[in-house]
């Protein structure tokens, strides 16, 4: 039951994710995601999934902490040493193919939030939905992928109620 708990507070915050139109709150909301999500993994034995998603709310404070502007240097640095830690962690902790999606789906997520754009970072956000899906489907962790769906549809409804018409 506490697993579940953890879960669902984890997805309700990455559900503010989407439905927040302000980088920062999408931090913040992100970081307590990310972590939840973390600790979910850990306490299911999908070990490289709560590494990568512990790394992931660490990168997010990160970017969080420091100014926007003036960053462009900096950004591109951070987001190029968090890709290389996560797949350096995906090798040592490299147990099953599925594995390897967990680092795909953060590096997505780094690109998505480097362009400090929200519409960007729900397009972001839809792609490793799927392959976070497809990590928990490999590793049993069939609530984890319901949750992922749900949040996965409602992201694409917030891409369309924050959709801007081109003229």
Same mark, same amino acid.
């Given at each position: 039951?506490? @697993?579940?708990?953890?879960?669902?507070?984890?997805?309700?915050?990455?559900? +503010? &994710?989407?439905?927040?139109?302000?980088?920062?709150?999408?931090?913040?909301? @992100?970081?307590?995601?990310?972590?939840?999500?973390?600790?979910?993994?850990?306490?299911?034995?999908?070990? %490289?999934?709560? &590494?990568?998603?512990?790394?992931? =709310?660490? =990168? @997010?404070?990160? !970017?969080?902490?420091?100014?926007? $502007?003036?960053?462009?240097?900096?950004?591109? %640095?951070?987001?190029?040493? =968090?890709?290389?830690?996560?797949?350096?962690?995906?090798?040592?902790?490299?147990? $099953?193919?599925?594995?390897? &999606?967990?680092?795909?789906?953060?590096?997505? @997520?780094?690109?998505? *939030?480097? !362009? *400090?754009?929200?519409?960007?970072?729900?397009? +972001?956000?839809?792609?490793?939905?799927?392959?976070?899906?497809?990590?928990?489907?490999?590793?049993?962790?069939?609530?984890?992928?319901?949750? *992922?769906? =749900? &949040?996965?549809?409602?992201?694409?409804? %917030?891409?369309?109620?924050?959709?801007? $018409?081109?003229?």
């Amino acid at each position: 039951m506490q @697993n579940e708990v953890i879960l669902a507070l984890s997805y309700m915050a990455l559900a +503010g &994710v989407a439905w927040a139109n302000k980088y920062s709150y999408m931090l913040v909301l @992100n970081i307590i995601a990310c972590a939840l999500c973390g600790l979910y993994l850990y306490m299911s034995s999908a070990y %490289t999934g709560a &590494v990568v998603s512990s790394i992931a =709310a660490a =990168a @997010n404070l990160v !970017q969080l902490l420091l100014p926007v $502007k003036k960053t462009d240097r900096r950004l591109m %640095t951070r987001n190029i040493l =968090a890709m290389l830690i996560a797949s350096i962690v995906s090798i040592f902790l490299y147990a $099953k193919p599925s594995d390897i &999606v967990p680092c795909i789906a953060f590096s997505i @997520n780094r690109f998505s *939030e480097a !362009q *400090e754009n929200p519409q960007i970072i729900r397009y +972001g956000l839809i792609i490793s939905a799927l392959l976070w899906s497809y990590y928990g489907a490999q590793h049993e962790l069939w609530l984890f992928v319901m949750a *992922e769906i =749900a &949040v996965l549809l409602f992201i694409l409804m %917030t891409v369309k109620k924050y959709r801007v $018409k081109l003229k």
